[in-house]
């Protein structure tokens, strides 16, 4: 029977214990299958890398626009449905449209985010980094039973340490921008897209700021490009917003996932440690083998199609104009079409491309500074402590569209 919306072949459920599970599940049926999310909402979904990097290229079949969703502009998906600001975010953002539209959203972007920006960055991230592991150390000797945990003290500090300073956020207003983010991502309540609209209150503000006061970050740079380079106001908001989420939240899991596959594998954490194989390669594999960002919304069908346009595999398939389609990353990286026999096991020494940061226009522009500091983090975290153990179970934040944990307690054993 052919696969169509109407008959979903798996739920994707936000309290889900385990989304490799449900991707292995998905991806069973097929490279482009009918998926459930939370608030009985379907679209499909994209679970092969080779059909996924297809997608991701082809912005004429498949548009990042909402305006193309027929459902929502039909006014079939409700206003407090929970995945909404990240489906069909509000305003233009460079996640969300194509074309001539995101060239000049990305200009900007590009051109303020250089490599030798990204690279001066490196004394602050070893700096932080340096910070955080005496902290860690120190919460670590304090507590009853050596036990610490790692999210709260380490891995989500450090990202938005570095995002902050590169957007020029003082530290003090860390805390209320991870907890508007964290509702953000919060797939069982609906206040999704009062969250957002918070965050774009307060980055308006914060531009507001710059403007009367500019400083060496992004935000700064970006206010001072030619006039013909520059964006309009609300656009540069949504474009800090994505920036800001992007730029903390998927380097979280990434350093999470890491420190979690290494604790479980001994023996690949030794060939790092012996030098055999570079501390980027453990990066890699990480985002290949347990991607921080597990389902990425949305796309659009701009016209009636086949799935053969995008997997021979998908044959038969009917998507109509106006179909939400998503791209599971969870899904890709363990692809057994892509990664072979072994796709499901964590190899360092793998070496191999991925598409964790994505593909074609759309490729993460941050993901220079994402390796540069999971790389300088996890090289000294493991230099300190080669024996970091994980201590407990690790919960599952309640979303379906990051790789997200709550915490994760570590036991830390010097060298």
Not at 13 to 19: Q, R
Not at 250 to 273: G, I
């Amino acid at each position: 029977m052919a696969l169509n919306l109407s008959r979903p072949v798996h739920h994707l459920d936000p309290l889900s214990p385990d989304l490799h599970e449900d991707a292995a599940r998905m991806r069973e049926h097929g490279p482009l299958v009918p998926v459930e999310l939370p608030g009985g909402v379907v679209m499909w979904a994209v679970t092969g890398d080779e059909a996924g990097r297809a997608l991701l290229k082809d912005t004429g079949l498949f548009a990042k626009s909402p305006s193309y969703w027929k459902a929502l502009q039909r006014g079939d998906i409700p206003a407090d449905w929970p995945l909404l600001s990240i489906a069909a975010p509000a305003g233009e953002a460079i996640t969300n449209v194509d074309g001539p539209e995101h060239r000049k959203l990305r200009r900007p972007l590009a051109q303020a985010l250089t490599a030798r920006r990204v690279e001066a960055l490196t004394p602050v991230i070893t700096s932080l980094v340096e910070r955080l592991l005496t902290d860690l150390e120190r919460a670590a000797d304090e507590s009853a039973d050596g036990v610490v945990d790692f999210r709260s003290r380490f891995a989500w500090p450090l990202p938005m340490g570095v995002i902050g300073h590169l957007l020029g956020v003082d530290e003090a207003d860390h805390p209320e921008l991870g907890r508007l983010y964290s509702a953000l991502f919060d797939d069982t309540v609906g206040d999704g897209r009062d969250a957002e609209l918070s965050l774009h209150a307060w980055l308006d503000a914060h531009v507001s700021r710059l403007e009367k006061d500019p400083g060496d970050d992004l935000i700064s740079a970006m206010l001072a490009l030619p006039e013909e380079d520059r964006l309009p106001r609300q656009d540069l908001v949504v474009s800090m917003y994505v920036v800001l989420a992007a730029g903390h939240e998927t380097t979280t899991h990434l350093l999470l996932n890491a420190v979690r596959a290494l604790s479980a594998h001994p023996a690949q954490r030794d060939l790092l440690l012996a030098g055999e194989v570079p501390w980027e390669n453990l990066v890699e594999e990480t985002m290949r083998w347990d991607s921080p960002t597990a389902n990425f919304f949305t796309r659009f069908a701009t016209r009636d199609l086949d799935g053969a346009d995008v997997h021979p595999a998908a044959a038969g398939v009917r998507i109509a104009e106006g179909d939400p389609v998503f791209v599971s990353y969870i899904a890709m990286g363990r692809d057994p079409e892509r990664y072979g026999p072994t796709a499901g096991e964590f190899d360092v020494r793998r070496g191999e491309a991925h598409t964790g940061f994505g593909y074609g226009a759309h490729f993460c522009i941050g993901a220079p500074l994402a390796r540069l500091e999971a790389r300088v983090a996890l090289e000294r975290i493991f230099a300190r402590w080669p024996e970091v153990a994980v201590v407990g179970d690790v919960p599952r934040a309640p979303t379906v569209a990051v790789n997200s944990h709550t915490h994760l307690n570590v036991r830390l054993t010097p060298a």
